[in-house]
């Protein structure tokens, strides 16, 4: 079965294009969605996920419509791999069936990986100069330590103040174990 899936990132915007060039690639059912490309959390991305099957072939206009990061491509469609689905792009000319769409995908993951690389050593190098400067301190504490204190001297165990503040019961305990 051939899928589609079209997306717009706002409800002013028109899903009629899309629609059309879907239809067009001949694909039998239409998955969409009308909201921002950021979550992965999208009602027609995750049911249309669920609904293809080995053998099935998902088409979409334009890779930004289907993915808003190169990691976030990669990691649908390493699901639709796993699935036997493939995967076509009308506008980037990518087609996982073939040989050619393939190698534009390893190219494609291999700029990822760098863009990833670089970005992790500008953290930690901004990271670094920070923490020379004395101005990091990494993240602020999730849970409140006093406060683990307060309900401790209570009589409350730890699991019942994890459970209380919103954390995990380990956390609790290093709180307590770090304040006696």
Do not use: P, W
């Not at 690639?25 to 249309?48: K, Y």
């Not at 307060?150 to 307590?176: D, K, N, P, V």
């Amino acid at each position: 079965m051939i899928v589609g899936y079209a997306r717009v990132s706002t409800t002013d915007q028109c899903l009629a294009v899309q629609m059309d060039e879907l239809a067009a690639h001949g694909c039998d059912r239409i998955f969409q969605d009308q909201a921002s490309g950021t979550s992965r959390a999208r009602a027609g991305l995750v049911e249309m996920m669920q609904f293809v099957r080995e053998g099935d072939t998902i088409v979409v206009s334009r890779l930004d419509r289907f993915a808003r990061s190169l990691t976030d491509l990669f990691q649908l469609l390493d699901e639709l791999s796993r699935k036997g689905v493939a995967f076509q792009c009308v506008h980037q000319s990518i087609d996982t069936s073939s040989s050619t769409g393939k190698l534009t995908l390893a190219i494609l993951g291999a700029v990822a990986e760098f863009e990833n690389d670089i970005r992790r050593e500008r953290q930690r190098a901004g990271i670094a100069k920070a923490k020379a400067n004395g101005v990091y301190k990494g993240r602020r504490a999730k849970i409140n330590a006093e406060r683990v204190r307060e309900m401790a001297a209570q009589g409350f165990t730890a699991s019942t103040i994890a459970s209380e503040l919103g954390c995990h019961r380990q956390s609790a305990y290093r709180l307590l174990r770090t304040a006696s």
